[in-house]
């Protein structure tokens, strides 16, 4: 008998613990479903590494959640969504640059968008690809901002510090008038209320996790992608690259209050 | 015939390009001496990572530099450095740990020593353990500094942020009343100018590059370590695990003006 792939959890990738902001709204939408989560926080970060090392990384990454048998991939990382049209898969690879554009293409109203993300997915001219396909018309803004990431995952995710470095990241992208600012990685929804602070009220951002969401429930509603309607409440496994107690505590403020951030070890 | 051991480069590792602090420090006192130096770009930071994580990386990294033949090798990065004793090596293995230690004890007058280092070499204890066997009478302040490799990394080495960035990981410190401070990742000699500001001039700082030269020093003049001595002056090659430009900018910025700072790939 073939086996029933609605029951097969869904696979959620990252280079870290930022994807978990993506699984906890994939969650949030999807109740029923199941989902495994692996973060490579050994290899962490992607946004500086090449091309090159970033498919090698997620091939592997990719190999160990097909071994765990999923019906999908997310691949919520940025950086390794950039990547990730170089890699095969025997499941459906849903990454998050061509949601992200789709959104931010409908949202603005002044054809002016800004992307924030790492060098790496900066580099890659990936969103202004994708939005040029979407929409030729709409001018795009990109700023790098390699210490984002850092901040979050000291903590300082409400500080005077932060607002600092993200206002003198915002700026130009403010002096070039955008109405949109995509949210170019993972850990960036975590500063919020930084980027709110620096945009004020009349710029709207653009997050990864609701873009996914979108296409994986118009995909539920096409059945390209097969729900999961057994009733039951959906569960979740996290598993890391590398384990340490500075990343269960970032574990546990991500999916707070949701108590069960164990992380158990893949050794790739 | 068997090889003159004296002719061969002497290796030097970092998880990254900081260590090429310790490079330049280590050419401009021996002239004479080849290098081969390897970062592991790849696969920085270590300083997150577990202690199990970074051994197994440690040892190939090892591996690597062996597999080109050198008399001795320099672990140049303190999270490496914790773990140095616990792999094999067929050469010497120079870590950082010791002699940062050594340095301050006999810098200190009032028996009060500051560390800044990052989050694994911190949890490590190993700066405090080490000055405790030296002199067991010194006070150790440790403070883990996440943010300041990623700052040097963007560039802002020379900035208002970085100096209330520091200022915030030093405070503590002054408060405690330090006199010493010892540097305890390659990336922070990069940052003396910013540490200054803050410290003030009644505090010396331990730079990990001077303190493994005088090390290295006491061994050729003690003949464990055979020097060369052909007159030739000394070559370097790079070798890193990830290519960038990113990753080439800023070795040309540590080791300027020499203008020979082209990175050769490792793939490990």
Same mark, same amino acid.
């Given at each position: 008998?073939?086996?029933?792939?609605?029951?097969l +959890?869904?696979?959620? %990738?990252? *280079?870290g613990?930022?994807?978990l902001?993506v699984?906890?709204? /994939?969650? !949030?939408r999807?109740?029923?479903?199941? %989902?495994?989560?692996?973060?490579?926080?050994?290899?962490? @970060?992607?946004g *500086?590494? *090449? +091309?090159?090392?970033?498919?090698?990384?997620?091939?592997?990454?990719?190999? %160990?959640?097909?071994?765990?048998?999923v019906?999908?991939?997310?691949?919520?990382c940025?950086?390794?969504s950039?990547?990730?049209? %170089?890699?095969? *898969?025997?499941? @459906?690879?849903?990454e998050?640059?061509?949601?992200? #554009?789709?959104?931010?293409?409908i949202?603005t109203?002044? &054809?002016?968008?800004g992307?924030?993300?790492?060098?790496?997915t900066?580099?890659?001219?990936?969103?202004?690809?994708?939005? !040029?396909?979407?929409? @030729? &018309?709409?001018?795009?803004?990109?700023?790098?901002?390699?210490?984002?990431?850092?901040?979050?995952?000291e903590?300082?995710?409400?500080?005077?510090?932060?607002?600092?470095?993200?206002?003198?990241?915002?700026?130009?992208?403010?002096?070039?008038?955008?109405?949109t600012?995509?949210?170019?990685c993972?850990?960036?929804?975590i500063?919020?209320?930084a980027?709110?602070?620096?945009?004020?009220?009349?710029?709207?951002?653009?997050?990864?996790?609701?873009?996914i969401?979108?296409?994986?429930?118009r995909?539920?509603?096409?059945?390209?992608?097969? #729900?999961?309607?057994d009733?039951?409440?959906?569960?979740f496994? /996290?598993?890391?690259?590398?384990?340490s107690?500075?990343?269960e505590?970032?574990?546990?403020?991500?999916?707070?209050?949701? @108590?069960? #951030?164990?992380l !158990?070890?893949?050794?790739?």
């Amino acid at each position: 008998m073939a086996q029933d792939k609605s029951l097969l +959890p869904i696979g959620v %990738f990252d *280079s870290g613990l930022g994807g978990l902001t993506v699984l906890r709204h /994939l969650r !949030e939408r999807f109740s029923h479903e199941d %989902f495994v989560y692996l973060g490579d926080t050994a290899r962490i @970060p992607y946004g *500086s590494k *090449s +091309p090159r090392t970033i498919q090698r990384y997620l091939a592997q990454n990719l190999a %160990f959640l097909n071994h765990l048998s999923v019906k999908a991939v997310v691949v919520a990382c940025n950086s390794a969504s950039t990547q990730a049209r %170089f890699v095969e *898969s025997p499941v @459906p690879l849903y990454e998050v640059i061509g949601p992200g #554009a789709l959104r931010a293409s409908i949202t603005t109203q002044n &054809s002016r968008v800004g992307v924030v993300a790492t060098r790496a997915t900066v580099m890659s001219e990936c969103y202004p690809k994708e939005i !040029e396909k979407l929409k @030729p &018309s709409i001018e795009v803004f990109q700023q790098a901002c390699p210490l984002l990431v850092p901040l979050v995952e000291e903590g300082w995710d409400d500080d005077p510090i932060t607002n600092l470095v993200v206002y003198r990241y915002l700026s130009p992208l403010l002096a070039a008038g955008i109405d949109t600012l995509i949210l170019g990685c993972t850990h960036y929804p975590i500063l919020k209320k930084a980027f709110a602070k620096v945009l004020g009220g009349h710029v709207q951002m653009v997050d990864s996790a609701e873009a996914i969401g979108d296409q994986i429930e118009r995909d539920f509603q096409l059945h390209k992608l097969p #729900a999961k309607h057994d009733g039951r409440t959906g569960t979740f496994h /996290l598993y890391t690259t590398d384990v340490s107690d500075t990343f269960e505590a970032l574990a546990r403020r991500i999916l707070a209050p949701n @108590p069960s #951030a164990k992380l !158990e070890l893949a050794e790739i």
